[in-house]
């Protein structure tokens, strides 16, 4: 039996996209190749703009004649799309196996299991039809993310912010964080199966505090320098952390921390303080732009991005022009900017989204012009020089402060190897191996 993921959105989705594998590998899944070769399959959907939402709908339409060619496969549908539209996917896409929203993630392995047992006893097949395929877990074919180098550790769930814009806090729910000892069990676990890289996530990752099992409180710092420290992990990197809690002391950790301070990606969403507070987002651009500097002047080398929302309900020319003004001074190495997209049921949906589409559509691609140079200037800045990359899958890597790099031989797979940069195409470093 073979399982394909597909999952749509943000890197904790594609983190979760491990986790939704986990129960069908243990009952004897194997990896696809490809979604045709696919017995079932397992949609991790996304609801954080209408457009990502569109995509994972239209797919499961799609899926149709897969899905009724062959009673015995699987088709599941989860993630945050699947929180917010459950009883209407059920009803709309009757041939879904299972539909699990985001907020049941703890309880998904009872419910797919629940799933398969009604499915394959409805289809007359006894548990015996699994007994002979191996039930532990391949290390080699990881699901749902790009490599096993790279390894993600989900350290909180849910958001406690409520940016008028996100429908994250409704559809994920209010933040709980993994205990101490389990995050950094699973890091362990993962550096010991080959991980060199660990991504740690949350929806604001720098909020995460807990009381560890000694009864004593530990931040994210703390957490960030343990990390660094577990035998076999190179880099640390984490996502997103909000501005609002990057605070001295996490500063003077990624200052201070080998590995874990080359990039942050540090989301802005506007340069205009109008915009900010009916955001909000809790930061004025000029508290934004000045932890910017004291992370600067703690770590001059660091490489920072950004994500960007144009076209926010009243945003001006004005507004718009600010956004670039504070594009000019972080320069980030790469941009996530967006075009608004009201979401129901969240604070800015009630407000009237009257940026013309034409609009929002001009102002991003003047966005993306300006980003698109900082871009192609941090990558031909390394032209010439020797960056150090992380080998996540034959020849192709990251440098410490996150720049792709393609060198082809030697491939090197889980090691950091040296690379002469070369040249620049598609916002990518190609080079050749020392
Ligand atoms: N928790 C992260 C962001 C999660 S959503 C943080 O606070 O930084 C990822 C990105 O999607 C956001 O940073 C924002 O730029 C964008 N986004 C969220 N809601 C959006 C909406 N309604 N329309 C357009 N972009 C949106
Ligand atoms: Fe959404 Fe704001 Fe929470 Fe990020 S911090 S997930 S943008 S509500």
Redo the contacts with the bound molecule.
């Keep these: 039996m073979k399982l394909h993921v597909v999952t749509f959105g943000?890197q904790?989705s594609a983190a979760d996209g491990g986790e939704l594998a986990a129960p069908l590998l243990a009952r004897g899944f194997r990896a696809a190749q490809a979604p045709e070769d696919a017995d079932a399959i397992v949609l991790n959907t996304c609801t954080?703009?209408q457009h990502a939402e569109d995509k994972a709908l239209s797919l499961i339409g799609r899926l149709r004649p897969w899905k009724e060619q062959d009673s015995g496969r699987v088709l599941i549908v989860a993630g945050c799309a699947a929180e917010r539209l459950g009883g209407w996917i059920r009803e709309r896409f009757p041939y879904v196996d299972l539909v699990v929203g985001a907020k049941s993630i703890d309880d998904y392995p009872r419910l797919v299991e629940e799933a398969l047992a009604a499915k394959f006893d409805a289809l007359a097949e006894s548990a015996a039809a699994f007994e002979n395929i191996p039930s532990a877990l391949d290390p080699a074919a990881p699901i749902g993310w790009s490599s096993a180098v790279v390894a993600p550790v989900t350290i909180m769930r849910g958001?406690n912010?409520s940016?008028s814009?996100?429908?994250?806090p409704s559809v994920r729910g209010r933040e709980v964080y993994r205990p101490y000892e389990t995050v950094l069990a699973e890091a362990r676990a993962k550096a010991a199966a080959g991980a060199r890289e660990i991504l740690l996530l949350?929806?604001?990752v720098n909020s995460w505090h807990a009381r560890g099992e000694d009864g004593r409180e530990r931040r994210f710092p703390e957490l960030l320098r343990a990390v660094a420290a577990i035998d076999g992990v190179a880099r640390v990197r984490f996502?997103?952390?909000?501005p609002y809690f990057f605070d001295d002391a996490l500063i003077s950790a990624i200052s201070g921390v080998a590995g874990a301070g080359d990039h942050v990606?540090l989301?802005v969403?506007s340069g205009s303080d109008r915009a900010l507070t009916r955001m909000r987002r809790n930061y004025s651009s000029a508290s934004f732009l000045s932890l910017v500097e004291r992370i600067r002047a703690a770590r001059p080398s660091i490489e920072l991005s950004t994500?960007?929302?144009v076209g926010?309900p009243s945003e001006s020319e004005d507004d718009f022009s600010r956004t670039l003004e504070l594009a000019e001074r972080l320069r980030p190495t790469w941009t996530?900017?967006?075009?608004?997209?009201?979401?129901e049921g969240?604070e800015?949906a009630a407000m009237s989204d009257d940026v013309p589409a034409d609009v929002k559509e001009e102002r991003l691609s003047r966005l993306n012009a300006l980003c698109d140079r900082f871009a192609e200037d941090a990558l031909k800045a390394r032209i010439g020089r020797t960056v150090e990359v992380l080998d996540e899958s034959g020849g192709y890597g990251r440098t410490r402060d996150g720049l792709r790099v393609k060198w082809g031989s030697p491939a090197r797979p889980g090691q950091l190897t040296t690379v002469l940069a070369t040249g620049v195409a598609k916002r990518t470093l190609l080079g050749e191996s020392q």
Excluded: L
């Design positions: 943000c904790m954080v703009r958001c912010y940016c814009y996100c429908i994250v949350g929806q604001t996502e997103s952390p909000h990606h989301p969403q994500d960007i929302i926010f996530y900017a967006f075009k608004y997209s009201p979401r969240t800015s």
